[in-house]
């Protein structure tokens, strides 16, 4: 056959990670100690793959073996793959329309039709809705996001509702949008309650929109029933996740392999911080702990063997898995674009959504709420529709009454101990209401006390007046900034920021590290403001304050649908309490839990049965 021979090894690390190899392997064995004769298996120079061929193959002279490894050379140098990215790989929901313009055109069509929803009926002649739905039309046409839109729409009209799936109101950003409201995949009026489409999709961004959408938890496979038969199942897959080995755990893990006592790592674990979304404090790793702390440098004298190889398996791969909602679709087999494994039983695509993302596959969020399961078998068995309860009344008396009261049992995120405790103290009037405490009471907005000052305004405290761009953007929370779409519209009303630079500026708000990356804006916000006659003084107070909100600041977008959620749990409970009760019983796994819906419903006098073949219907 005349083929060239070459020289290869069975490379699984780097040289110098020879000792921490063996550490990798027992964290994935359950703490077994590997050990085993390093003479081949980091990868290696061209020195070393000819001593190790003229060891292996003595039968092969020095030329010959020298050749071997230049053609390894050689074939590497060929090695030259450009993968494309960010290029809309998406299939399309409708194959006889032929043409970008067709898919824009029955974009529009389906959008004309959603005048039609309760809560938007009469609004179709409105200027300011006409605007906005050209503007967000416009934006989806020249960032070449129509056919993700028709996508989502075919799985809303063509699956979801027919089959009579329950499903949220919205989830997170996606709620800020005209179109989506008109393509029945979100329930809010954005224009009504003061939501930001650009929040939703950035006049810059590449990526496909990211609708996280929620169902009620028992029916979700019927979606990817739907998604498999619609678009085939070689095109359909679950998107794969990987877990990294992360502060506390690599010290755990590697701790635990080593055989270092247990409660001296308990000593140092506390030290390290693992920030989450929206936490500004800084994010420690190993080495800021072991540098900073004495109790991580103590134990690092009595166990110096341990950090050196923490600090080379941080951050490195510890486990695959499958990702809760993500299902990844493509208009061709999926085999021809990327590897797919079996992980618990289910066809997954090697890649995480983060990959699938700069590739430009399309990527659903089909996430499962309990919540969700509760709300159809109440109203099924009330004889309701989700319609009826999407249009409800959200200033009903008695319902906010409830929630006045901390009566919050059962009822979707407002349910806790600590959130009933702070509801009491507030005065609820409206559903507005819910949606500020629904952002405020987070760790961020109570550890920053903006959660007290909120409160404390709200009661009746003094709102000073601070400047007219500002007082109007504050108007409903009070002179506070507390939602991502308030500075979203300092920076652009107050500011002058482009429309392209806006969501930028949110988002390193938002970052661990934004206070260091937005002190460079300082000047430049100062400028804009005072170009716009805003006082030099007080617009360096609000971009100060602008600073300290990334400590807990929300997104008003997932805020007021979530609140939506929470509204419907207590109305059903306020109205249809038996109902709701029963309901919430058979959807809920959790013992404590039980036992608080069995006391609650106790209290309000139910009488609770013991299981019955008779009265059970099971």
């Not at 392209?500 to 403001?529: P, S, Y």
Request: hydrophobic share 35%; aromatic share 8%.
């Amino acid at each position: 056959l005349n083929i060239p021979l070459i020289a290869t090894a069975d490379a699984h690390y780097l040289k110098e990670q020879v000792n921490t190899h063996p550490i990798l392997l027992g964290i994935q064995s359950g703490g077994r100690i590997w050990s085993f004769d390093d003479n081949c298996f980091h990868l290696m120079t061209g020195e070393e793959m000819f001593n190790l061929m003229k060891l292996n193959h003595p039968l092969l002279d020095d030329k010959t073996i020298i050749k071997a490894v230049e053609n390894t050379v050689k074939i590497a140098e060929k090695c030259d793959v450009e993968v494309k990215r960010n290029h809309h790989v998406i299939p399309s929901p409708y194959p006889k329309l032929k043409t970008e313009e067709e898919e824009y055109n029955h974009l529009v069509k389906l959008c004309e039709h959603g005048w039609e929803k309760k809560n938007l009926q009469g609004k179709r002649g409105k200027p300011e809705y006409q605007e906005r739905l050209q503007r967000e039309l416009k934006s989806i046409r020249e960032l070449k996001f129509v056919r993700y839109f028709l996508v989502v729409h075919d799985l809303y009209n063509n699956c979801v509702i027919p089959k009579g799936i329950m499903h949220g109101p919205g989830r997170g950003s996606s709620a800020g949008s005209l179109v989506c409201c008109l393509l029945n995949i979100t329930d809010p009026d954005p224009i009504e309650h003061g939501l930001i489409f650009e929040r939703f999709i950035a006049p810059n961004r590449v990526t496909e929109p990211d609708i996280d959408m929620d169902f009620e938890d028992s029916r979700r496979q019927e979606i990817k029933d739907y998604l498999i038969e619609k678009y085939g199942a070689n095109c359909v897959a679950n998107i794969g996740t990987y877990g990294t080995l992360k502060g506390k755990a690599v010290l755990r893990d590697v701790s635990r392999v080593l055989k270092v006592p247990i409660a001296d790592v308990e000593k140092v674990t506390p030290f390290i911080i693992q920030r989450s979304g929206g936490d500004a404090r800084a994010s420690n790793t190993i080495e800021d702990t072991f540098a900073e702390f004495d109790e991580a440098k103590r134990f690092d004298r009595k166990h110096p063997e341990v950090l050196p190889h923490c600090r080379a398996l941080e951050g490195r791969i510890r486990q695959k898995g499958i990702h809760a909602a993500g299902v990844l679709i493509a208009p061709f087999n999926l085999t021809d674009a990327m590897p797919l494994e079996v992980r618990g039983g289910a066809i997954t695509a090697a890649i995480d959504g983060n990959e699938a993302d700069e590739l430009g596959f399309l990527k659903l969020d089909c996430l499962g709420l309990k919540t969700l399961s509760v709300i159809r078998e109440a109203i099924d068995e009330i004889g309701i529709t989700r319609d009826e309860l999407a249009n409800l009344d959200y200033n009903d008396p008695r319902v906010l009454q409830k929630f006045a009261e901390g009566d919050t049992t059962g009822v979707f995120q407002f349910s806790s101990v600590g959130m009933a405790d702070t509801l009491k103290e507030m005065p609820i009037d409206s559903f507005e209401d819910l949606v500020s405490m629904n952002a405020l009471y987070r760790p961020g907005g109570m550890r920053s006390g903006i959660c007290r000052d909120f409160i404390e305004r709200k009661k009746g405290a003094k709102v000073e007046k601070v400047d007219p761009f500002y007082d109007k953007i504050t108007e409903n929370t009070y002179g506070l900034i507390v939602y991502q779409e308030q500075v979203m519209r300092i920076f652009a009303d107050m500011a002058r920021y482009p429309a392209i630079e806006v969501d930028a500026m949110r988002k390193k708000v938002a970052k661990a590290h934004g206070v260091e990356e937005m002190e460079e804006q300082r000047e430049t916000f100062l400028q804009g403001c005072v170009g716009n006659s805003v006082d030099k003084k007080i617009a360096d107070e609000i971009f100060t304050k602008i600073l300290h909100f990334g400590s807990y600041g929300f997104n008003r977008s997932h805020a007021v649908v979530y609140s939506q959620i929470a509204y419907w749990t207590q109305w059903l409970k306020v109205y249809y309490p038996l109902e709701f009760y029963v309901a919430s019983l058979n959807c809920e796994r959790d013992e404590a839990a039980v036992r608080e819906l069995l006391g609650k419903a106790e209290r309000e006098g139910y009488k609770i049965l013991l299981p019955c073949a008779h009265r059970s219907r099971v």
